[in-house]
C-alpha cells in the first residue's frame, strides 16, 4: 500500500512539474489589450476609433467602418478594400476611397 501511494504521488508530481503555463500567460497578456475609444482631428475633419485586439471600428461623418488589423512596419494599421486607417503614438493618417488625411492627431 505504501509502495503504491508513493507511485501516485510521484505521477501527480510528475504532472504538476511538467504542466505548461503559457496558456496562463497568453490570457493575462490579452487582457492587457484593452478596447480604447479615441478621438482624432485631422486638420477640418474629426473622426473617432474604438480598438479592439485585432479590429478598429471608425466612426466616420460620412460612415461607420470595422477594419481588420494588417502587418504594418510600425504602428497599427488596420484596412479593407476602401479604407485604410494607420496609428502610431498619438499620429494617424486615414484614407478613405481617394481622398487621403495625412495629419491627423488624437
Same mark, same amino acid.
Given at each position: 500500500?505504501?509502495?503504491?501511494?508513493?507511485?501516485?504521488?510521484?505521477? @501527480?508530481?510528475?504532472?504538476?512539474? &511538467?504542466?505548461?503555463?503559457?496558456?496562463? #500567460?497568453?490570457?493575462?497578456?490579452?487582457? @492587457?489589450?484593452?478596447?480604447?475609444?479615441? @478621438? %482624432?482631428?485631422?486638420?477640418? %475633419?474629426?473622426?473617432? $476609433?474604438? $480598438?479592439? =485586439?485585432? #479590429? +478598429? $471600428?471608425? %466612426? /466616420? =461623418?460620412?460612415? $461607420? +467602418? +470595422?477594419?481588420?488589423?494588417?502587418?504594418?512596419? &510600425?504602428?497599427? #494599421? %488596420?484596412?479593407? !478594400?476602401? @479604407?485604410?486607417?494607420?496609428?502610431?503614438?498619438?499620429?494617424?493618417? /486615414?484614407? +478613405? #476611397?481617394? !481622398?487621403?488625411?495625412?495629419?491627423?492627431?488624437?
Amino acid at each position: 500500500m505504501l509502495l503504491n501511494l508513493k507511485t501516485i504521488f510521484l505521477i @501527480v508530481l510528475a504532472l504538476i512539474i &511538467s504542466c505548461d503555463t503559457s496558456f496562463s #500567460k497568453a490570457s493575462a497578456d490579452r487582457s @492587457v489589450e484593452a478596447a480604447r475609444t479615441i @478621438v %482624432y482631428e485631422c486638420d477640418e %475633419y474629426k473622426f473617432s $476609433t474604438h $480598438t479592439s =485586439p485585432g #479590429k +478598429v $471600428t471608425l %466612426y /466616420l =461623418p460620412e460612415l $461607420t +467602418v +470595422v477594419l481588420d488589423q494588417i502587418r504594418a512596419a &510600425s504602428g497599427a #494599421k %488596420y484596412q479593407n !478594400k476602401d @479604407v485604410l486607417f494607420w496609428n502610431k503614438d498619438d499620429s494617424a493618417l /486615414l484614407k +478613405v #476611397k481617394d !481622398k487621403t488625411w495625412n495629419s491627423c492627431h488624437s
